[in-house]
T-cell receptor, first 112, second 111 residues
């Protein structure tokens, strides 16, 4: 089956820890995205990547980092510098020229 | 600041009625428009995309776009309780570099 997978589904982090969220896609999409969603709110763009080894900051990149070493993979690291990381994190991908983004199932991160 | 606005709702309609969801956007160079459905606790699911002025129909869903008025809407005919969800409007330019989501409208279809 083609699709986007995210792991883990739930993640608990202690204050001061860095954690990495996984996102993998086998749709052969060039572009990948990370969003954050807080309860009752819309999606906010953290980082996006249009091609391998290149990525750009979104609206709320502070406290986050990404890498794009392979076309299929776009992991997101939530660093200790992110002051309020508890949220629902969504990864998406798209064929660049068509723009339709397809989402993974999400990772719910909770800081203890 | 590019903005996409939607009524937060909740919008309540009886089963079988037409639900009308509206979205306005501020960036005049926007070219691509999308509607997503998001069930509580789940990720967004693409319902419709529309790129040209006018109507686009897909089953019970119709998307309407008016670029002059910077307005896009989604009509759901014969609404079902399973349509109860939050509907997100998204807008971008042709290169996907400014993909902006609205806050979503919560729809409740009453049996």
């Amino acid at each position: 089956d083609g699709g986007i997978t995210q792991s883990p589904k739930y993640l608990f982090r202690k204050e001061g820890q860095n954690v990495t969220l996984s996102c993998e896609q086998n749709l052969n999409h060039d572009a990948m995205y990370w969003y954050r969603q807080d309860p009752g709110q819309g999606l906010r763009l953290i980082y996006y990547s249009q091609i391998v080894n290149d990525f750009q900051k979104g609206d709320i990149a502070e406290g986050y980092s990404v890498s794009r070493e392979k076309k299929e993979s776009f992991p997101l690291t939530v660093t200790s510098a992110q002051k309020n990381p508890t949220a629902f994190y969504l990864c998406a991908s798209s064929i660049v020229q068509y723009n339709e983004q397809f989402f993974g199932p999400g990772t719910r991160l909770t800081v203890l | 600041q590019k903005e996409v606005e939607q009524n937060s709702g909740p919008l309540s309609v009886p089963e079988g009625a037409i639900a009308s969801l509206n979205c306005t956007y501020s960036d005049r160079v926007s070219q691509s428009f999308f509607w997503y459905r998001q069930y509580s606790g789940k990720s967004p699911e693409l319902i419709m995309s529309i790129y040209s002025n006018g109507d686009k129909e897909d089953g019970r869903f119709t998307a309407q776009l008016n670029k002059a008025s910077q307005y896009v809407s989604l009509l759901i005919r014969d609404s079902q309780p399973s349509d109860s969800a939050t509907y997100l409007c998204a807008v971008t330019n042709n290169y996907g570099q400014n993909f902006v989501f609205g806050p979503g409208t919560r729809l409740s279809v009453l049996p």
